[in-house]
């Protein structure tokens, strides 16, 4: 599987933007980039994903590198809720299948009041 | 989005007792389950993908023996961890698959804290 690289930590503040960054330099080109996050004490849930354009959802935006090399996942406002371990991974699309989630250690979002 | 439930959310039991742990997707069928186990301040640590109907495929390091999952039915999966022992002490999370996203996105369960005393 392809490695991410991601800051082990991050802090932000209430209603402001944050921006985390990985790093997926030996990415293939099948791979698509997703993010999940883990709430504490929590299963992780599905945050975002991309193959090489930008994505937005209710959650999140997703910026992807021209080269695909990096990618950065914005919450546009951030909440006390918001405050998790964010996962960013590599993963092929099988056709027909599921493939497994590798996860790296993330970083983990502090977020003051 | 889908939901996945775990049932216990917390469990305690002796050393060298065996804990079955229930992992259900509640509106969706889950052609593929994976359980993951997660030590405090680590990462999720993928321990065994199961598809309905077949054997499971254990992670290299994962003993088979110890953990046992059976994939019954396409909304069920169970894990149980025979003779437990206090190093087997972990919060145990599942996630399924109901190979219909288009994106492949796996729903995780809230998992199951396991202590071993």
């Known amino acids: 599987d392809a490695k991410t690289t991601q800051p082990n930590s991050m802090e932000s503040n209430e209603e402001e933007p944050v921006h985390l960054p990985c790093n997926h330099s030996?990415?293939?080109?099948?791979?698509?980039i997703h993010w999940y996050r883990q709430l504490p004490s929590q299963g992780p849930e599905y945050v975002i994903h991309g193959l090489t354009s930008n994505v937005n959802n209710r959650m999140a935006s997703l910026a992807i590198a021209e080269d695909r090399k990096s990618s950065t996942l914005i919450l546009h406002r951030a909440t006390l809720r918001d405050a998790a371990v964010y996962y960013c991974i590599l993963r092929a699309h099988p056709q027909g299948g599921s493939e497994k989630l590798v996860f790296g250690k993330g970083t983990k979002l502090t977020v003051n009041p | 989005g889908a939901v996945v439930s775990q049932h216990p959310s917390r469990v305690i039991c002796k050393s060298g007792t065996s804990v079955k742990i229930e992992c259900r997707s509640l509106d969706f069928q889950a052609t593929t389950m994976f359980w993951y186990r997660q030590f405090p301040k680590q990462s999720l640590m993928l321990m065994a993908t199961?598809?309905?109907?077949?054997?499971?495929?254990?992670e290299q390091g994962v003993e088979k023996d110890k953990f046992l999952i059976n994939h019954a039915s396409l909304t069920l999966s169970t894990l149980t961890v025979t003779s437990a022992h206090p190093e087997d002490s972990s919060f145990y999370i599942c996630?399924?698959?109901?190979?219909?996203?288009?994106?492949?996105?796996?729903?995780f369960g809230p998992g199951t804290r396991l202590t071993v005393l």
């Open positions: 199961s598809n309905e109907g077949s054997k499971a495929t254990y």
């Open positions: 996630s399924a698959y109901d190979g219909v996203s288009s994106y492949n996105e796996q729903f």
């Open positions: 030996t990415i293939s080109g099948t791979d698509y």
